[in-house]
């Protein structure tokens, strides 16, 4: 069984509904003993960092993630649920979880492309440049493109750490990917046929192999 | 690099598509959840909704429209339209929409801007602008002007001082519709896209007259814009949105063309 970890993140239900989409089940929830339970466990996300990290504490759900990501479990981070693996978070100055080492930092005003200043949010499709295979991303065409919506990006202190890179007037790290844990910046809920492939790839995933 | 995004716009009224839209072996689709699923499986990057049911007791109907389309695309869409508060866009957000856009209730009632954002982040709040040109005044220092009321009722408000605006107000993106090429399909307006987006930091959809792949191509290279709304030139089948994407591609404008 699939476990959507629940908190206060915008995009539960259209995980839920992706996976529904795909033939996966699956249960949302909080509690410790279903989260033991569960064979895998995805962790969503969208809002700020600062009022997301103060539910999980409050929830213990930090130290649970810990745990898990000891125990071997495979792990999806989405979005925000990426974003906040790390130790730090510059969206509100918020100490995070720490799976990963490294912090998650704003995009500068000064991004440019072609001499056009670019838009903050990063917000449309964009393409993923992986430095190596991964199961999750296995069966999918190396130029596919994936929906991201973020103003702030993962930046890990290990190159080791980093599964795949993005351009957006500079090369950030779009996927993370450590042991049992994959975590991607873009939502691929929302990234048509490569994102539910991503999925049922992360579903079918024993947490290793790479 | 990211891709320029090209996003049809459905009108429904009481649930239903305004006009039917017409498909392979000239089938009509009056159901905006399988007008959705066909434009998401022809390569659409994202899918607005415009509500324009009329009378409030019909507007749970779109609720439900936004739940199916929610369970059918697993692309981003919005939902605009009759959304007057909070309460109006935590309905839509719930039932599955990505984003919800405020048009008229923003120019009379600015902070549900800021409202919006601080409870679903910035992300979610689309600014829909209607804008028609005037002349350059000391009211309307850019020569255009935002309307309301589907252009009928003119406001006095600078249009780009109006998305500078909403901007610190908290807006995430902007839909920029022309009320004077809207409908037209003679090309969008592309000094009004530029101004507005050049002026801004975060991403315009240039929105009204598009009518042939070669208004998109301009919009999105001199009109600046970061995405285009498409409607008739699909809903009548005059082109598809691959077709668009292809002639983009032959002229250089990254797009999505993978799906």
């Known amino acids: 069984m699939i476990a959507i970890i629940e908190y206060n993140a915008g995009n539960i239900t259209s995980v839920a509904r992706a996976l529904h989409s795909i033939g996966q089940d699956f249960v949302i929830t909080d509690d410790t003993k279903m989260l033991n339970a569960a064979s895998h466990a995805i962790f969503p996300g969208v809002g700020a960092a600062g009022e997301a990290m103060a539910y999980l504490k409050d929830k213990k759900l930090d130290r649970w993630l810990k745990q898990c990501f000891q125990s071997g479990k495979p792990i999806l981070g989405i979005c925000l649920g990426t974003q906040i693996i790390l130790d730090r978070s510059e969206e509100n100055n918020t100490d995070c979880i720490g799976l990963v080492a490294g912090s998650t930092k704003r995009f500068p005003n000064s991004l440019k492309s072609a001499g056009s200043a670019l838009k903050i949010p990063h917000m449309g499709w964009n393409s993923v440049n992986l430095k190596q295979n991964h199961p999750v991303f296995a069966d999918i065409d190396p130029a596919a493109e994936y929906y991201f919506v973020h103003s702030y990006y993962p930046s890990p202190e290990s190159e080791a750490a980093v599964l795949g890179t993005t351009d957006y007037g500079m090369t950030f790290c779009s996927v993370l990917a450590m042991k049992n844990l994959i975590a991607m910046q873009f939502h691929p809920e929302k990234s048509g046929r490569p994102g539910l492939q991503i999925l049922k790839n992360f579903c079918a995933w024993r947490g290793h192999d790479f | ?259």
């Open chain 2, 1 to 259: 690099m990211i891709s320029k995004r090209i996003i049809p716009c459905l009108d429904v009224r009481d649930g239903k598509l305004t006009k039917g839209i017409k498909f392979k072996g000239n089938i009509d689709i009056g159901d905006p959840v399988e007008a959705a699923r066909e434009y998401y499986e022809q390569g659409a990057d994202e899918i607005v909704f415009y509500d324009i049911t009329a009378s409030s007791d019909k507007r749970d109907i779109m609720i439900d429209v936004v739940r199916r389309v929610a369970e059918t695309i697993f692309i981003p869409f919005s939902v605009g339209g009759g959304i007057r508060n909070l309460d109006d866009m935590r309905k839509v957000i719930g039932a599955g929409a990505e984003k919800i856009s405020v048009n008229s209730a923003a120019v009379l009632e600015p902070a549900i801007i800021t409202q919006g954002a601080r409870a679903f982040g910035s992300q979610c709040v689309v600014l829909g602008m209607d804008v028609k040109k005037v002349e350059v005044s000391g009211q309307t220092p850019s020569g255009y002007e935002i309307v309301i009321e589907g252009g009928r009722k003119h406001t006095g408000i600078d249009a780009l001082w109006w998305a500078q605006e909403a901007q610190r107000l908290g807006a995430g993106e902007i839909c920029l519709n022309s009320i004077d090429a809207d409908g037209m399909q003679d090309g969008y307006e592309i000094n009004l896209t530029s101004l507005i987006s050049e002026n801004v930091h975060i991403p315009v959809i240039a929105s009204g007259g598009a009518g042939k792949p070669e208004h998109l191509a301009d919009v999105l290279t001199k009109g600046k814009a970061d995405a285009a709304l498409i409607a008739s030139m699909v809903h009548y089948r005059t082109y598809t949105i691959s077709q668009i994407k292809n002639y983009l591609c032959d002229q250089n404008i990254k797009t999505r063309i993978l799906w």
